[in-house]
């Protein structure tokens, strides 16, 4: 039976995106729906456990769908910081999520996958992104928006999985626009001036809050499309999107759980509970 509480800490969390909505070979064992004082979270949370691979004890896991369970919260109204807040209360430390994306160079085809090293915030500024205000002042550090830990096990994972369909790029400046319309051809080129290798709609405010939270967040892109820079490929639809998600989805759900595996080892358990204090914050948010 799947309960309705679950009452040890869980420090690893998955944030499906497209494509991405459930982790098969996992026990789902508890179904959560918690509340903070930033709303509730785009779905409820699962937590689903599956055998440390060192001690063979259960290691519970945290997924939260991103665009809620029917899709229904585009990138703009995804409630980011409910969704941060709610894993931090359960405990969480790391957070893998899960993107698909547009390519920005030939050489990265649809259905390869990306762990971006870097990110351009092209968002407009209205989506709610910082818990640091209404007279709580902190400053993070954001050089570098990804944890460097969780990418390291991330992309040992991905290349182990080479002889099986994956492909990965290492590093990849990640460009995150607004959305929900795709960009103009216009935008698209500009952004492979700035030297951009993918976009996507979701990486912000999710990762900028994860920071102030003191929680490590790497995010696993999957390509989907060429956007609109390519002469000859199609432009991206939603439909392109869909598609090469579904036609990539084994290996997608491969790939994490590969990484979740890694990560529920002893090898890597100082990482994946490790508080990632970066810059100068008020200690972070409070959501107990
Ligand atoms: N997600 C998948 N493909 C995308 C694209 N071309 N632009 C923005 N977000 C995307």
Known sequence: MVADTYDKPVHIAVIGGTGIHNLPNFTHV??????TPWGTPSSPISILTHPSPTTGLPIPIAFLARHGLSHQFAPHEVPARANIAALKSLGVRSIIAFSAVGSLQEGIKPRDFVVPDQIIDRTKGIR????F???????VGFGDPFDEGLSAVVRKCG?????????LHDKGLLICMEGPAFSTRAESNLYRQWGGSVINMSALPEAKLAREAEVGYVMICMSTDYDCWHATEEDVSVALVMENMAANAANAQRFVGAVLDALSSEE???LVQAKHLVGMGTGGISTA
């Open 128 to 131: 709610p992104f910082t818990f």
């Open 159 to 167: 290349h182990a999985l080479e002889g099986e369909g994956v492909v």
């Open 268 to 270: 890597h358990k100082d």
């Open 133 to 139: 205000e209404g007279g709580i002042v902190g400053h």
């Open 30 to 35: 508890a179904t959560l729906t918690p509340t």
